[in-house]
């Protein structure tokens, strides 16, 4: 009787955990599972979503094959390598040498931390717009700023086919930096004190107590951030929806937003999934490649 009193109250403890999963695993079946068999069924076929599931053509890999002769395509897979290239490094590096500053030589450090980090929780739309007002090649008070320093013809930003892209790329540097830093400054923690005090006995300057003591410690942090920020950055679609829409001349157009427009300005649903599965491969294949590495770099035990 005992046996069978613990176990009916073992199914009902069971029954009663997966009552509860059961919502979250509908949510996970309807929209994530789904989608994704979903978009990657559609990648093999001609479909204008207005015109109903009934126009739907099975194409084969016509669309993977058509990808490879995109110009656009190709051009937005440039500008989006160039934008990782550049935001992915530069922001890290940047973040590790604040969180340092603040960690070390900085009154109110907890003032400069709320500081750094309220534009990564603020609206992305909201600083975009905010950016674009800055940096307007017109009245935006950076350029009013460079004209009183006597630069005749100031870069038109976000409106300039050469400054496009880098103004994005500052602007997203700008918008990361605070969660960056703050991920640092918790690595920084958990460096014993002792190592630096040994290597001051040794007579170790700042900037090779730097190299050979913070940069190997904080490693494993380092490569948590690479990895999510070149999966996040490789996202990026915000930003350029809200400020240059791709423009000027496609200067900004990344692999996303080209996806988005081919999906839902030109009803190309079949070639924007294969767009966003041939995506995916890359990004998981960078990922692959970043894992692989990471053994000869960090260090988990110093």
């Known amino acids: 009787m005992v046996k069978k009193h613990q176990s009916r109250a073992a199914l009902r403890e069971t029954l009663t ?27 093999f076929t001609k479909w204008d979503f207005v015109q109903g599931l009934e126009t739907m053509k099975f194409t084969g890999l016509e669309n993977f094959f058509r990808i490879f002769k995109d110009e656009w395509f190709t051009a937005s897979l440039k500008n989006t390598v160039i934008f990782t290239i550049w935001t992915v490094p530069v922001g890290t590096a940047l973040a590790l040498i604040i969180a340092v500053i603040i960690n070390k030589y900085v009154y109110f450090p907890n003032f400069h931390k709320i500081s750094l980090f309220l534009p990564y929780i603020s609206s992305i739309i909201a600083s ?8 307007h090649p017109t009245f935006g008070p950076v350029n009013e700023l460079l004209k009183s320093l006597g630069v005749q013809n100031p870069p038109k930003w976000f409106g300039d086919l050469k400054w496009s892209l880098p103004s994005v790329i500052i602007f997203s540097i700008w918008r990361e930096l605070g969660y960056l830093t703050l991920v640092y400054m918790a690595g920084l923690k958990g460096i014993p004190k002792e190592l630096y005090e040994a290597a001051e006995i040794d ?10 003591i913070t940069m190997p410690s904080v490693s494993p942090t380092t490569f948590f951030l690479l990895i999510t920020g070149t999966i996040d950055s490789f996202k990026i679609f915000a930003q350029v929806d809200v400020i240059t829409q791709g423009g000027p001349g496609g200067s900004t157009m990344v692999v996303i937003y080209y996806m988005y427009k081919r999906a839902f300005q030109f009803y190309e649903m079949g070639y924007a999934g294969a767009i966003t599965w041939l995506f995916f491969i890359m990004v998981f294949t960078v990922t692959i490649i970043q894992w692989i590495g990471q053994k000869k770099w960090v260090k988990y035990d110093i």
């Open 203 to 212: 007579g170790a300057s700042n900037i090779q107590k730097f190299i050979h």
């Open 128 to 135: 975009a717009v905010v950016w674009a007002v800055i940096l």
């Open 17 to 43: 955990g997966y009552a509860f999963l059961f919502p979250m695993l509908i949510n996970m079946l309807v929209f994530l599972i789904f989608p994704i068999l979903f978009s990657l069924i559609m990648s």
